[in-house]
């Protein structure tokens, strides 16, 4: 079975500074990976999404992850945070057949100002 | 009205009450899905649906029921809740079903259900 991993639920930055939220993956063939965010009362939106290719996939509003198959990592980057960030993120992995999407527990950010 | 919309927003029911949450995709998409969002737990696959047929049921309640009666329209009905079913429900839907990797789901802004 598929499952995601998300070590840290609360991460404090400082605006400007550089983040990096972790994301571990257990599946058993190529994983698709993606990384949402969801801010206060809202749905899920889509930052960036890892298939094939390139391990470094870059996302809307400045973010990337790089993709580790030798540590089932996908761990999301920016590099100068905004307050505007803060939200909660989610990383998930794909099944092959496309209709299993699972989700880890996700990362609460928070940005100083 | 674009992408995914959800309604009500926000619903607030008794343990006796019968009450149906909807969802409708404005992105021609073949699969919807209902999620379950709560404070203590990570986002649950609750339904799948594949061109109007339901594909997976990941050990729901029966007093959630489903009900897609067309690609685009897609109802959580409930009935008989129990104060810890209140949470976030999210509606999402995506392209194609079963296609793999090409599949990325598009997401609902939720309805917020507190059951009393």
């Known amino acids: 079975a598929q499952s995601v991993t998300q070590p840290d639920i609360h991460i404090t930055v400082s605006e400007g500074a550089s983040l990096e939220l972790r994301c571990n993956y257990s599946?058993?063939?190529?994983?698709?990976l993606f990384w949402y965010v969801q801010s206060p009362g809202q749905g899920l939106q889509l930052l960036l999404k890892?298939?094939?290719?390139?391990?470094l996939v870059q996302g809307i509003k400045g973010f990337e992850a790089e993709f580790k198959r030798s540590q089932s990592s996908f761990n999301l980057r920016k590099p100068s945070v905004h307050w505007s960030d803060a939200a909660e993120y989610f990383c998930?992995?794909?099944?092959?057949?496309?209709?299993?999407?699972?989700f880890g527990g996700g990362t609460r950010l928070m940005v100083k100002p | 009205e674009t992408g995914v919309t959800q309604t009500p927003r926000h619903l607030v029911m008794g343990m006796t009450n019968k009450k149906s949450l909807k969802c409708e995709q404005h992105?021609?998409?073949?699969?919807m899905y209902w999620y379950k969002q709560s404070a203590k737990k990570p986002l649950e696959l609750m339904f799948v649906?594949?061109?109007?047929?339901?594909?997976e049921n990941n050990s729901v309640p029966s007093r959630f029921s489903p009900e897609c009666p067309n690609s685009s329209h897609l109802f959580l009905h409930l009935h008989t809740l129990q104060p810890e079913d209140s949470a976030l429900y999210l509606c999402a839907s995506s392209p194609y079903p079963g296609s793999g990797g090409d599949n990325e789901q598009f997401f609902g802004p939720g309805t917020r259900l507190t059951v009393l």
């Open positions: 992105l021609g998409h073949n699969a």
């Open positions: 998930a992995v794909l099944n092959n057949a496309g209709n299993m999407l699972t």
């Open positions: 599946y058993g063939a190529t994983p698709y």
């Open positions: 649906y594949n061109f109007k047929e339901q594909t």
């Open positions: 890892y298939f094939s290719g390139d391990t």
